[in-house]
């Protein structure tokens, strides 16, 4: 039950297969393969971890929301975040119960989200949370009119208090259990992230194009 | 920028497409779908947010982990607790950068979670972890002996206190962009979660057939 999923340290400090890395390549390699991360909060009716879209620049990580929602309210105002990005890359089967596990990479980033108040940095994160989401889409979309920016808050969260861990490979047995009658098999399920057909919106004239910054991601 | 992955509730008023869900078999479903959630605690130096292995039986949550970990002492003695599970379906690409979004299905859980301390509890959530992240494991492996359960802490969170997100379909867009010149698509480019080939551990004896339990999956 050691799971490197499971909120544990020990796994890191008994099994090499999982590291904590403080390369800050692994750490954007991780944010900028996701899509979508987790925001945590301390609200004062208790902790609330929500699905959150983001796009990074640099050592800065953008998010944002709705102005009338209390998480980003919250945040804007200064209370701390914890944001989350994990990739499940395959499930470890192992000999023993204990020692399943899952490959995977995670991002786990801390800190107090500033509110973007500065216009040219409020236009620039969201261009950067747009083309994260969907790359080129922000030249190619109508951009926010005034209503819509005020309707909407961008936070920036800096990336000076972020770990990566990642655990690749096989099981890690114990020796004793090599040979156990009861297990069968042992390895690694791979599981993949893949892009389907893109489905035009039937609004759409018929025969329209489907754009290269559309069709090269599948 | 109105992403339902952003933390709004002004996207599941306005638009159909995002809905909050209190059905029981959707909740179920969109956990029993995952492997991984996001366990969210206020401790005493700030939120934190953490990838974690769980399993379901009926309206019970099981987590495990170390109990050297300080997130499950904390959460193992009643600090309320933030669990959330999240599939991400595809892309919106909106004719509007404001209305750019994600198919996606979340699950949130909110309580405070019980320490599981008698034996046969404890037994049988760590076959439904186990069973959860590996279908059929638990009886192809070696159980945990006391050594390890001795070092697992199992947690078992109540799902009374939870809520479903499911956001389908194409964008939903302002009348006044259907034929914007900005915009050349519009659409959603779906994404899957698929199953690999599995890979052997390099310890297993060669030509060890890969049991049905797991290349079923695949």
Chains 1, 2 share one sequence.
């Not at 999923?5 to 390369?23: E, G, I, K, M, Y």
């Not at 980003?72 to 000999?95: I, W």
């Not at 009119?145 to 690749?168: F, M, P, Q, W, Y």
């Not at 069968?184 to 759409?204: F, I, M, N, S």
């Amino acid at each position: 039950m050691s799971t490197p999923l499971s909120p544990t340290a020990r796994s890191t400090v008994r099994r090499n297969a999982v590291r904590a890395r403080t390369d800050r390549a692994d750490l954007h390699a991780v944010l900028d393969a996701g899509l979508v991360g987790h925001l945590g909060l301390a609200l004062p009716t208790g902790p609330l971890v929500l699905p959150t879209g983001y796009g990074r620049d640099g050592e800065t990580l953008y998010l944002h929301g709705s102005t009338g929602a209390a998480t980003l309210r919250a945040a804007a105002a200064g209370l701390p975040v914890c944001f989350t990005v994990t990739h499940v890359d395959g499930v470890v089967y192992s000999r023993s119960a204990f020692h399943h596990s899952m490959n995977h990479r995670s991002a786990v980033v801390q800190g107090t989200a500033r509110l973007v108040t500065d216009p040219d940095e409020r236009w620039h994160g969201l261009a950067v949370l747009t083309d994260h989401l969907a790359p080129g889409s922000w030249d190619h979309s109508r951009r926010p009119d005034r209503k819509e920016l005020i309707a909407t808050a961008v936070l920036a969260l800096d990336l000076t208090e972020a770990s990566v861990k990642v655990r690749t490979g096989p099981p890690g047995e114990d020796e004793r259990d090599l040979a156990h009658p009861a297990a069968d098999w042992a390895g690694v399920l791979p599981l993949h992230t893949v892009w389907g057909r893109p489905e035009p919106c039937p609004q759409l004239p018929p025969g329209t194009p489907v754009p290269q910054r559309v069709s090269s991601r599948a």
